[in-house]
């Protein structure tokens, strides 16, 4: 469920902050040319299915 981080081997964390979607995330953490590939992986590692659902102050788990 969402608000809970994934327990992925070699996953980091991330706490989201206002005005943060999937693809910032990534963008930010990834690269903007890798960042709709990465948005995808984020939502799915932490079990999220809306996008739009994130909160700030949720930590979630960063693929590596």
Do not use: F
């Amino acid at each position: 469920p969402a608000g809970r981080v994934a327990k992925a081997p070699g996953a980091r964390t991330y706490t989201v902050q206002k005005g943060d979607s999937a693809w910032r995330i990534a963008a930010k953490h990834y690269g903007e040319p890798k960042a709709t590939e990465y948005a995808r992986r984020i939502l799915q590692l932490n079990s999220i299915r809306d996008a739009g659902s994130l909160k700030p102050g949720t930590k979630i788990a960063l693929p590596r």
